[in-house]
């Protein structure tokens, strides 16, 4: 299965680093040198420490810089799963999230932790993050 992924999604003061990448569960099919850039129009919300930003985004660019209202500390993209693409996080987005789900996890809604354990399972499925890190 194909499907576009928002990868390392870095914070650096009020702006956030968002790169998009082609996914597939089997790096053995993976071929970068197609014509195509395999580059989507990713409809782009996200919630972070400081607020709910439902207003999309589009993002268009294998990189793109959004800037954020309010400063960060960690970002969680694609409230609520409404668009379907797997998003990844640097190892250090993903243990922010992960404190946060264990001192708070109202602030996200089931949905978006069910996301954040479905896009977790699949990196883990396509050799993407390492297994322990999930059973932390």
Known sequence: ???????????????V???????LYSNKEAQDDSPYNY???IPFTYTTNAE???KVIIL???ENIVKLSKPATWIKANNDFRMYYI????LVGWKKLYH???TDHTIFTTTDRIQMLSD?????????LDITFPLQ
Request: with cysteine.
């Open 87 to 90: 998003t990844n996080y640097d």
């Open 17 to 23: 680093f968002i790169t998009q990448e082609r996914f």
């Open 120 to 128: 977790l399972l699949s990196l883990v499925t396509a050799d993407r």
């Open 100 to 102: 946060q789900l264990v």
């Open 1 to 15: 299965e194909e499907l576009p992924c928002g990868a390392r999604q870095v914070i650096e003061q009020n702006h």
């Open 60 to 62: 268009t660019e294998k």
């Open 39 to 41: 580059t989507w129009h």
């Open 52 to 54: 709910r930003v439902d």
